[in-house]
Antibody, heavy 116, light 107 residues
Framework: EVQLVESGGGLVQPGRSLKLSCLAS????????MNWIRQAPGKGLEWVAS????????YYADTVKGRFTISRDNAKNTLYLQMTSLRSEDTALYYC?????????WGQGVMVTVSS | DVQMTQSPSYLAASPGESVSISCKAS??????LAWYQEKPGKANKLLIH???TLQSGTPSRFSGSGSGTDFTLTIRSLEFEDFAVYYC?????????FGSGTKLEIK
C-alpha cells in the first residue's frame, strides 16, 4: 500500500525557516518523481514544486522560487521541502504527492502556519 | 501560465442524479488534464488522467471528456460517497495549475 507521511510543520514567525519531510513507503521511491502541493485555509490547491526521480529536474512555482528548495534522499525514501524567508501567505496545508505531473497518491498533509 | 477556469464552484444534487463539472484552459493543453476528489479526513484521490482515462479504482460512473481547452467531468447516478470537492489540473506545462474547485453537496 502506497503511503506518504508528511512531518515537520508547525507555527513559525515570518522570515524564519522550516523544513518539511515526507516519508514514502509501499513503492520504489527512487523510481518516481514527487511533488509538493499546498492549500491555504479555505482555498484551492496550489502546486509548489516538483522533483524528478534522480533529482535531475526540479521545478518551482514563481511564488516560492528562490525561497523554497525541494530535495530527496532515495536511500531514506524521503522527500524534503526546505522553506526559508517564510511569509504569512505561505500558511497552508502542505501535501506531498507521488509522480511529477499527475499526482496519483497524496499524503494527508502537514500544516504550516506563518505568524508572529 | 495556463489558467484553469472551473465551473460551477458549487453544485447541489441528489443521489441518483447526474452532474457535470466544466474546466477550461486558457490555452490548449492537449489531453493533459487530471481530475481529483477531495474529502475531509481522506487523502486526495486521482480520479481521471489524460482527460478521460479512469485511474485504477475509480468507479465507472465517473467519466471525463474533452481535449484542447474544454474539459468535462461527469458523474452519473450520484452516490452518497461522491459528495466532495473536485479539482481539475493541467500538466501540459510547468507551472502545474489547478482549477478553483467545485463543491458538490447533497440537495
Amino acid at each position: 500500500e502506497v503511503q506518504l507521511v508528511e512531518s515537520g510543520g508547525g507555527l513559525v514567525q515570518p522570515g524564519r525557516s522550516l523544513k518539511l519531510s515526507c516519508l514514502a513507503s509501499g513503492f520504489t521511491f527512487s523510481n518516481y518523481g514527487m511533488n509538493w502541493i499546498r492549500q491555504a485555509p479555505g482555498k484551492g490547491l496550489e502546486w509548489v514544486a516538483s522533483i524528478s526521480s534522480s533529482s535531475s529536474y526540479i521545478y518551482y512555482a514563481d511564488t516560492v522560487k528562490g525561497r523554497f528548495t525541494i530535495s530527496r534522499d532515495n536511500a531514506k525514501n524521503t522527500l524534503y521541502l526546505q522553506m526559508t524567508s517564510l511569509r504569512s501567505e505561505d500558511t497552508a496545508l502542505y501535501y506531498c504527492a507521488r509522480r511529477r505531473a499527475i499526482a496519483d497518491y497524496w499524503g494527508q498533509g502537514v500544516m504550516v502556519t506563518v505568524s508572529s | 501560465d495556463v489558467q484553469m477556469t472551473q465551473s460551477p464552484s458549487y453544485l447541489a444534487a441528489s443521489p441518483g442524479e447526474s452532474v457535470s463539472i466544466s474546466c477550461k484552459a486558457s490555452k490548449s493543453i492537449s489531453n493533459n488534464l487530471a481530475w481529483y476528489q477531495e474529502k475531509p479526513g481522506k487523502a486526495n484521490k486521482l480520479l481521471i488522467h489524460s482527460g478521460s482515462t479512469l485511474q485504477s479504482g475509480t468507479p465507472s460512473r465517473f467519466s471525463g471528456s474533452g481535449s484542447g481547452t474544454d474539459f468535462t467531468l461527469t458523474i452519473r447516478s450520484l452516490e452518497f460517497e461522491d459528495f466532495a470537492v473536485y479539482y481539475c489540473q493541467q500538466y501540459n506545462e510547468y507551472p502545474l495549475t489547478f482549477g478553483s474547485g467545485t463543491k458538490l453537496e447533497i440537495k
